[in-house]
């Protein structure tokens, strides 16, 4: 940093996509957070909820203060603590993708003294497109797949085609960055080291990689398709949520916690959105490739003859039996939850029927 200089040199925007491993690169980072400050890089604001709701303020989201009195203004709070760093600052959440093209350039321009440099994580289409449908899923929505693809939100911005579309993406985020300040980060496939995406993403920030402690078990796992379609249409019954109750009793208790313990077989999409998938992935490549953006990882997943995500089951194939077995499990052991918690018994074990 030259003489005199005040303010960070570098701000990285880690901006998502949804889907692409950014829950557990944010899992190291917060976890890591004082020893990246040691290091020269700095997370600005509380926590990973300050920078959601940062997100949602840059896009000037209604009714944010639903979501907590403090959440209107995180976007700025944000900022201003950044503005006071001498290190390099990271801002990341994925729903910051979501933003319009207007929002994008504000986000860009509120560090004028700073060198930008945009972080995307990515993945094929087909993949971003089921696992982000199931998110929403698990996030209270009853849309099915169709409908997405159909053009229909799943629960929100956050969950639509806006968010999942890759060169739509960086078309509103990129124009005011330099090419060589975007980081395009390609997911990792099966066989790939447990840690190389934290590498990728350690290598982009300029970090050791191999100075912090990273997870060594999967984080936010995916559901079977059978679980996604009983929990899609128990969300039908449920009560409109609050996003804090949504996350703690349909993702959290219902999703991740017995859902995720029932026997599963792994989604996938159906053959008739094949010839769009391609086009979305081809699309991105080759703005990625013309554009002259840095690559990690493995850009050709994105013109691969079979997607990664069209291998798994239908979810038209689901039958009504199949369902009726997971939601009388479900209700089992909702039943022995509720008995413990009475009773003071001890819970019964998970998978047992």
């Known amino acids: 940093m030259s003489a005199g200089r005040s303010g960070p040199r570098r701000v990285f925007l880690h901006i998502g996509l949804p889907k692409t491993g950014t829950t557990y690169l944010q899992q190291v980072v917060w976890k890591n957070r004082d020893a990246l400050r040691a290091a020269g ?12 709701w940062a997100a949602l303020d840059l896009q000037e989201r209604p009714r944010l203060e639903r979501r907590h009195r403090d959440a209107p203004g995180a976007w700025q709070r944000l900022v201003a603590e950044a503005s006071e760093q001498p290190a390099d600052v990271l801002i990341t959440h994925e729903f910051f993708c979501g933003a319009s093209a207007e929002q994008a350039s504000r986000a860009v321009g509120s560090f004028p003294d700073a060198e930008v440099h945009l972080v995307v994580t990515a993945r094929d289409a087909a993949s971003v497109i089921s696992a982000g449908w199931q998110e929403s899923v698990k996030n ?16 929100g911005p956050e969950f639509s085609m806006r968010t999942w579309d890759l060169a739509g993406v960086l078309e509103r985020w990129t124009p005011d960055v330099p090419s060589e300040r975007v980081h395009v980060l390609m997911m990792p496939g099966p066989g790939a080291a447990r840690d190389l995406h934290w590498r990728h993403f350690a290598q982009t920030l300029g970090l050791d990689p191999d100075a912090y402690d990273v997870p060594t078990e999967a984080v936010n796992a995916a559901l079977g398709i059978v679980q996604i379609e009983t929990l899609r249409l128990v969300n039908r019954h449920l009560p409109p949520y609050s996003a804090h109750d ?22 996938g999409l159906p053959e008739k959105y094949a010839a769009r998938f391609a086009d979305l992935d081809r699309t991105a ?9 840095h690559v990690l990882g493995d850009l050709s997943v994105l013109t691969a003859e079979a997607p990664a995500g069209g291998d798994g089951r239908e979810p038209q194939s689901v039958t009504a039996e199949e369902i009726l077995e997971s939601a009388s499990r479900l209700v089992a052991d909702i039943v022995a939850d509720v008995r413990a918690s009475t009773h003071d018994v001890p819970p019964r074990s998970r998978g047992s029927l």
Do not use: C, N
């Open 285 to 293: 490549a080759a703005l990625i490739t013309g554009r002259g953006f």
């Open 140 to 155: 209270g929505s009853t849309v099915d797949l169709d409908s997405v693809m159909d053009g229909k939100a799943a629960g």
């Open 246 to 267: 949504r996350g703690v009793w349909i993702r959290g208790y219902l999703a991740e916690d017995l859902l995720a313990r029932q026997p599963r077989e792994r989604g």
């Open 41 to 52: 890089l700095t997370l600005p604001g509380f926590g990973h909820r300050e920078h959601l």
